[in-house]
């Protein structure tokens, strides 16, 4: 990605809506995760950087403008990269099961929560790529009856 893309005409930086998106939803849905790998990094030499840092005078603040920029750049542009790559894989793995499982296109979305689909779809797919010898089909029905939580004032037509 081109440094560019990251800056408008007046050099402000700019950063993509949807990199936006994923930022605040890892913000609002992923705390722990974050902090897990903030940890796991800690554990892996970011503490050791940081120490030498704090001692040595390359600190941010004397580090030259053009660096940090570029480090701020090469972050959002991986990020950016990885969410790409990983909407790309989404994508195809949806394209993937839909195909071995045509049924996911009659399923009544509003009487299942979305991660209940999710997870049943996975399960289906993962028997038909293991060939258990149960059809996708049977499976993924099963796991929709299994994690199935009908409204206790369903509306009757």
Known sequence: ???????????????SYELLQL?????????????KLIYKALGHGLEK???????HSSTPEHQAPQE??????????????????????????????????PEIDNIDTHMYESDTIHSSIAKATSAAKN??????KDVLYKELLK??????????H
């Open 23 to 35: 930022l605040l939803w890892l913000l609002d849905h992923e705390q722990e995760s974050l902090k």
């Open 68 to 101: 940090l920029q570029q480090s701020i750049i090469d972050f959002f542009s991986l990020l950016e990269l990885l969410m790409i790559e990983t909407m790309d894989e989404h994508t195809f793995d949806d394209v993937m099961q839909r195909s071995m499982l």
């Open 49 to 55: 950087k940081l120490r030498m840092l704090k001692g």
């Open 1 to 15: 990605m081109s440094q560019q893309k990251f800056f408008d005409n007046n050099n402000h930086f700019v950063i």
């Open 131 to 136: 060939n258990k010898g149960e059809s996708p």
């Open 147 to 156: 994690r199935w939580k009908p409204a206790k004032k369903s509306i009757l």
